[in-house]
Every structure is written in C-alpha cells, then in structure tokens.
T-cell receptor, first 112, second 118 residues
Framework: EDQVTQSPEALRLQEGESSSLNCSYT??????LFWYRQDPGKGPEFLFT???AGEEKEKERLKATLTKKESFLHITAPKPEDSATYLC???FGSGNTGKLIFGQGTTLQVKP | NAGVTQTPKFRILKIGQSMTLQCTQD?????MYWYRQDPGMGLKLIYY???????DKGEVPNGYNVSRSTTEDFPLRLELAAPSQTSVYFC?????????????????FGAGSRLTVL
C-alpha cells in the first residue's frame, strides 16, 4: 500500500536544541518529495522539493535530505519562531499528474 | 498578489443544509485542488482540476461536487451536509510543466475554511 508516515507526531525542543523530523514512504515511482510548514489557522507553506536520493536542500536553520526510503528535516539551533506543524508529501506514479500523498505531520514546539 | 483566496473562513451548517466554499487564485495556475484536513489524518484530496472545464475525483469525493468554469475559480459544493464533513478545507493551486511534465509540483494553499456540521 502506498503510504507516507511522519515521526514523531509531536516534538518539544528547547531553543538551540537541534533535532530531526522523519518522513518515511513506501511508494512506487517517486517523482518528488515535498516539505511544507503549517502555522496554526493557516494553510501549508512550501519549504523544499527533493527529487532523488542523496539530494539536500537548505533554508536558514532547516536542511532537508532524501534517501530511497525516507527524508529527514534537520533543524539546527531552532528558535521559538520555528514552532509549527511540518508536513511531508510524496508525488509518485505514472501519468501526467501522478498521485500526491501527505503525511500526517509533525508538530514542533520550540521553547525559549 | 493575493495568491489563493478562500471564503468563508468559518461556517456552521445544520445537517442536510447545502453550501459552497469559494476559491479563487490570481497566479494563472492551471491546476487547482480541494483538500480536507482532519486532526491526525493529514490532507486528503477531495477533487482536483487540471484546467477550465476539467475536473476529477480524488481520494474522498463522496458528498461533494466541483466545477471549473474559469482558470481562476474552483468552488466546492457540499450537498446535504453531514457531521462527517466537519473539517478544515483547503484550496490549492499549482502550475504544471515543471520537471519534464511531471505535472503540478509545488502547491500554493489558501488559508482554509473551517466547517462545522451540527
């Protein structure tokens, strides 16, 4: 079964305490893996796209990496403003649009 | 640049009532989508459209209808509202053609519409 699973469901960090969020997937024909950030009461906002194993993308304190089975979102020295829910989505399969499946998200809380 | 605009932001319906969630985008995106988000469940695709006049079902289409008469607008119609349709609804849009025609990569989301059916 095509599946995208994120872990942990929730993560509490102290400001400056680095950690990683995981997105594991079991799909055929990966066409792209996407990370989004969602603040309470708002829609998801795009962060990164990764297309092939070994690829890495960085933005400020965030770094996304991709293997053949999972992706990690590394957060280095987080600040309270990094608190949000982080969503992973995987596009896969054939056809012009393929399919897109979202994980259930990881809610990150960074305490000052 | 407004991006994706959804209305209303909040709505309470009684069982059996009908309503339309409005969505409009000003980015000239050809793809548009409706998702619902329930706690702990991730985003589930209801319907999508690859262009004006073309719509197709997603994972959870039952109880909903859509139309796409223009590039900009993609309204979602709820007929005979049920408590199971209590959720937060997100409209999104994207442009296809990037990455060798893989079709509709990065989605731009609206702010969401919170619907409660009592």
């Amino acid at each position: 079964e095509d599946q995208v699973t994120q872990s942990p469901e929730a993560l509490r960090l102290q400001e400056g305490e680095s950690s990683s969020l995981n997105c594991s997937y079991t799909v055929s024909g990966l066409r792209g893996l996407f990370w989004y950030r969602q603040d309470p009461g708002k829609g998801p906002e795009f962060l990164f796209t990764l297309y092939s194993a070994g690829e890495e993308k960085e933005k400020e304190r965030l770094k996304a990496t991709l293997t053949k089975k999972e992706s990690f979102l590394h957060i280095t020295a987080p600040k309270p403003e990094d608190s949000a829910t982080y969503l992973c989505a995987v596009r896969f399969g054939s056809g012009n649009t393929g399919k897109l499946i979202f994980g259930q998200g990881t809610t990150l809380q960074v305490k000052p | 640049n407004a991006g994706v605009t959804q209305t209303p932001k909040f709505r309470i319906l009684k069982i059996g009532q009908s309503m339309t969630l409005q969505c409009t985008q000003d980015m000239n995106h050809n793809y548009m989508y409706w998702y619902r988000q329930d706690p702990g469940m991730g985003l589930k695709l209801i319907y999508y459209s690859v262009g004006a006049g073309i719509t197709d079902k997603g994972e959870v289409p039952n109880g909903y209808n859509v139309s796409r008469s223009t590039t900009e607008d993609f309204p979602l119609r709820l007929e005979l509202a049920a408590p199971s349709q209590t959720s937060v609804y997100f409209c999104a849009s994207s442009y296809s053609g990037a990455r060798g025609g893989s079709g509709a990569n990065v989605l731009t989301f609206g702010a969401g519409s919170r619907l409660t059916v009592l």
